[in-house]
DNA sequence: TAAAGAAACTTCATATTTCGAATTAATTAT
DNA sequence: ATAATTAATTCGAAATATGAAGTTTCTTTA
């Protein structure tokens, strides 16, 4: 019936809005602001990204992408490197100070999550990821994917790791 | 495995990114800003509510609710009603153009999921919508939970329907 | 191959949003 | 009564967002 689908829509709902007030309560114990933590997650997520890319990930605009990724860097928290096959364009990527202010407050969903899930039967973790997976399915666009899920810059990917002088941006 | 507990979280980051994506089109249709179409929404579902469970549910601080009622005020979108039993207090609820706008941009999100939901067997529909609830159970706290969950104003609400004579604020 | 066109990013000016802290008003507790 | 709480607001500062115009670097194409 409808009425099913709507449920499914209200529960996830519920889970939205944990997320969003998760990422908020994170934030506030890093010191970041919301956004500068979701940029620095995305880049986490893709280990080397464009700022295009950054822009797209977090719906903003390029310029409101510079504006953060500039904040970021400035406290040392992601590091740039020109991109030789394409030079207007450059490689942001996590700093270990970044590493370490993503990682310095818990992450109260994820051990939620994580915690109860290791409670239930085989079966029933089986159940829930195929059905994560099958709404993943339904809901994400290809121009909405999370960028470790976008393929589109792994031919630059080996650049990434050739050892060329890479001064800062 | 710990490894499916990760499978799931990267599958609801999916999405989570997907509904962001989302709410940002539609706040783009309607030509409202990301917030003021979530505010719009939370008191869609809870058809009366005062600032500070708005500010809860939004997951803003009490100033910044305050702001954004306004301005939706001044659109006409939402408009408020001095509580009587406490008249610190007042109570949003949307006004037929709220409604409106709302609903006059569709949702890719909720339609995609509703239309594939539709076309998958009986028994699988059960499964996702248990799993999700399963999921929704697991991650929201309490503190977090949606307005239309939150039973903590019901008390008032037969002053919602009593015959007041009911002043803007 | 030279010129035009497109793309990635920045800068700038401006508008909007957000929040913390202090404030007012109303309620509740002592 | 008085004190302590609570709901909402105001205000000022900081953060964020964006469109438009500009720079540099590719890419096409004539």
């Known amino acids: 019936m409808e009425d099913r689908a709507v449920s499914c829509l209200i529960a996830l709902r519920r889970v939205l809005s944990a997320a969003d007030h998760n ?89 939620k999550f994580s915690e109860e899930f290791a409670r239930i039967p085989d079966y029933e973790q089986a159940m829930i990821l195929a059905a994560l997976e099958r709404v993943a399915n339904m809901v994400s666009t290809p121009g909405e994917t999370l960028p470790g899920t976008d393929e589109s810059h792994v031919l630059e990917v080996s650049e990434a790791l050739g050892a060329e002088t890479a001064g800062p941006v």
């Not at 010191?31 to 797209?56: C, K, N, Y």
């Not at 450059?90 to 109260?108: F, I, M, Q």
């Open 23 to 111: 990422v908020r309560a994170v934030a506030k114990v890093t010191g970041l602001s919301v956004q500068q933590l979701i940029v620095l997650r995305i880049v986490e997520d893709t280990t080397e990204i464009t700022p295009m890319m950054i822009a797209r990930s977090a719906g903003v605009a390029p310029a409101t992408a510079t504006a953060l990724i500039e904040k970021l860097a400035q406290m040392d928290y992601v590091s740039r490197r020109r991109s030789q096959s394409d030079r207007r364009r450059y490689w942001v990527s996590l700093t270990e100070a970044g590493k370490a202010a993503l990682h310095s407050a818990p992450d109260p969903l994820h051990q």
